[in-house]
């Protein structure tokens, strides 16, 4: 185990009380509330583009059935006018006349079964025109929502790296001139104790795992000398010992 000067274990505290912050700040970023409801948002806005699409899908085909219903009354009308006209000319035989008076009146009967067919359709369109002006309104209302809560996102985040690249910067500061063996230790054991590597000895007390040393382990620790490096027994953390009082 290396040693290293007692004053370089104590600045370590406080590299420590950085990191530790700086994970907590990595922590809140990735545990933002925006994240969480734009996420919810981004599904509701998917649920709603597939209804509006098959809302835009329906109200495409209605229009096409409208625009074939119309014509086809239109046909029997145009038929019938010149049906009409040829009866109203009085021109061809007696049996011509009536053959066209018959089928005007299969015309009329025609037109009335297409008409009610068109008014079937224009309903339909209606109802589901009113749907898709509902859908659309929704789906933009919930686009309007996100982006506010992008915008709140990104003014949190801006803020989190901001406080971060303060941290990082102190750290810096304070990390600088540290016993570079000292330092690997420490960054060995933050890695495999989760991102706790350092921590005071107070009392009998370990400020890392919170047990207390047994009084045979304490006693060796005193009697070592002030730049030994020593480590809890319970949960491997550097033991940095702090004078007395503090």
Do not use: F, W
Not at 105 to 125: F, I
């Amino acid at each position: 185990m290396p040693n290293a000067p007692a004053a370089d274990q104590r600045r370590l505290l406080d590299v420590q009380a950085l990191d530790t912050r700086l994970d907590q700040l990595a922590h809140k970023r990735r545990t933002l509330p925006e994240l969480a409801r734009i996420a919810e948002l981004d599904a509701q806005v998917a649920d709603l583009h597939t209804a509006l699409v098959t809302s835009q899908t329906a109200v495409a085909d209605l229009r096409r059935e409208l625009a074939k219903a119309e014509a086809d009354v239109q046909q029997v009308r145009d038929r019938a006018a010149r049906n009409q006209s040829r009866l109203d000319s009085g021109q061809g035989t007696a049996k011509d006349l009536q053959a066209l008076q018959h089928e005007l009146e299969s015309l009329a009967k025609r037109q009335g079964d297409l008409e009610e067919v068109e008014l079937e359709v224009m309903e339909r369109l209606e109802a589901h025109e009113r749907a898709l002006t509902e859908v659309q309104d929704a789906h933009a209302q919930l686009v309007t929502g996100k982006s506010q809560i992008e915008a709140q996102r990104d003014a949190a985040l801006a803020q989190l790296d901001a406080e971060v690249a303060q941290v990082q910067a102190e750290r810096a500061t304070v990390a600088t001139g540290l016993d570079a063996g000292l330092v690997t230790l420490y960054d060995r054991l933050r890695a495999q104790l989760g991102g706790s590597g350092a921590a005071a000895l107070r009392g009998r007390r370990c400020e890392g795992c919170r047990l207390e040393l047994n009084p045979l382990d304490l006693d060796g620790i005193k009697a070592k000398p002030e730049d030994a490096v020593v480590r809890c027994e319970e949960c491997g953390r550097i033991l940095v010992r702090l004078p007395e009082g503090q």
